[in-house]
């Protein structure tokens, strides 16, 4: 079985402008998170999407915003960034929701510099 | 708010030996506590769950043991090889649907 895929793998952007990042879940998985990882806070929870629906959500502004498609596939959308988004964004699945119990299998994750 | 403590420094080891690494965190204990490895440029890697009514899993090499009353988790790797140098991180479970991960700690197993 394919594990969690996510593209573009590195990406670099300047200050103010936008990014999507795109995952795709395990096959057969429908809940899908979003975390940041910097060195300094570690993995922050951004969101959880399960059947197409936001279930949780971190506390991040309203410029990282994301959403589930039919297929479970994933994007996340970041407006206005800031150097301060430079981070690996990470999105992990697992077979159902419920995040504390449930075992999560993540991508290799997308690296963003924001010059 | 919660707070999750792992060792920033990294754990250095001879080959052969025990590593244990430990999450201590404060307030509120976790129904379910989850071990993750991570290596360089890689997703973590789920490695083991333990919940709060058990005081210890294993799997293979690994152990882990969860005491509520001093509110800490170690991570045990036996008989540890180079291979098991990564980063080790420790997430706390609660309710359902809230998952907050440690810094992590570094591992260096030497030959």
């Known amino acids: 079985k394919a594990g969690v895929t996510q593209t573009p793998r590195y990406l670099i952007k300047t200050r103010g402008q936008q990014v999507t990042l795109s995952c795709s879940p395990i096959?057969?998985?429908?809940?899908v998170s979003w975390y940041q990882q910097t060195p300094g806070q570690g993995l922050q929870f951004l969101f959880e999407?399960?059947?197409?629906?936001?279930?949780n959500k971190g506390n991040f502004p309203g410029r990282f915003s994301g959403r589930q498609f039919s297929n479970s596939r994933s994007e996340m959308n970041v407006s206005t960034l800031e150097l301060g988004d430079s981070a690996l964004y990470l999105c992990?699945?697992?077979?159902?929701?419920?995040?504390?119990?449930?075992?999560?299998?993540f991508g290799p994750g997308t690296r963003l510099t924001v010059l | 708010s919660q707070k999750i403590e792992q060792n920033s420094e990294a754990l250095n080891i001879q080959e052969g030996k025990t590593a244990t690494l430990t999450c201590n965190y404060t307030?509120?204990?976790?129904?379910?506590l989850q071990w993750y490895r991570q290596d360089p440029g890689r997703g973590p890697v789920f490695l083991l769950l333990i919940r709060e009514n058990e005081k210890e899993k294993r799997k293979e090499r690994l152990k882990v043991t969860f005491d509520t009353t001093l509110k800490q988790s170690l991570f045990h790797i036996t008989a540890s090889q180079p291979a098991d140098s990564a980063t080790y991180l420790c997430?706390?479970?609660?309710?359902?649907?809230?998952?907050?991960f440690g810094t992590g700690t570094r591992l260096q197993v030497f030959p």
């Open positions: 999407y399960f059947s197409e629906t936001q279930r």
């Open positions: 096959s057969g998985h429908r809940s």
């Open positions: 307030n509120y204990s976790p129904a379910y």
């Open positions: 992990a699945s697992s077979l159902g929701t419920g995040l504390s119990y449930n075992e999560q299998f």
């Open positions: 997430a706390l479970g609660y309710n359902t649907d809230k998952l907050i």
